[in-house]
């Protein structure tokens, strides 16, 4: 959480910095793309987190059954071969169903 709170702060400082120089028009949208891609990014890495602990409760166990994850994901539903993984965060509804799967928008 606080990764992410320190990413968004970083990139909106780096926004104010940049509509300050010649051209600001094109820069807000540079902007807006850097925050979407950064937001995207920090998604990402908190579903690989969650899969990394899945992934060890698979190994130790011989299934996704009884792991646990750190919010802000939330385990919806694990069983010995398959899991989903959701993720929440202000208007963000984010799932990812694996093994393999990809973070998708929508719940479980």
Same mark, same amino acid.
């Given at each position: ?30 902007? %807006? ?6 937001? #995207?990014?920090? !998604? &990402?890495?908190?579903?690989? *987190?969650?899969?990394?602990? $899945?992934d ?17 994901? %939330?385990?919806?539903?694990?069983d010995?071969? #398959?899991?989903? !993984? &959701?993720?929440?965060?202000? *208007?963000?509804?984010?799932? $990812?169903?694996?093994?393999?799967g ?7």
């Amino acid at each position: 959480m606080y990764l992410t709170l320190g990413l968004t702060i970083a990139a909106v400082a780096f926004g104010g910095w940049r509509m300050l120089l010649p051209g600001a028009d094109s820069a807000s949208s540079d902007v %807006t793309d850097g925050v979407s891609s950064l937001i #995207s990014t920090t !998604l &990402q890495a908190s579903f690989t *987190a969650g899969q990394v602990s $899945l992934d060890a409760q698979r190994t130790v166990s011989g299934s996704y059954a009884g792991a646990v994850v750190r919010p802000p994901l %939330t385990l919806v539903r694990a069983d010995a071969t #398959s899991y989903c !993984l &959701q993720l929440e965060q202000g *208007a963000v509804l984010q799932h $990812l169903a694996g093994p393999g799967g990809v973070p998708v928008p929508g719940a479980c």
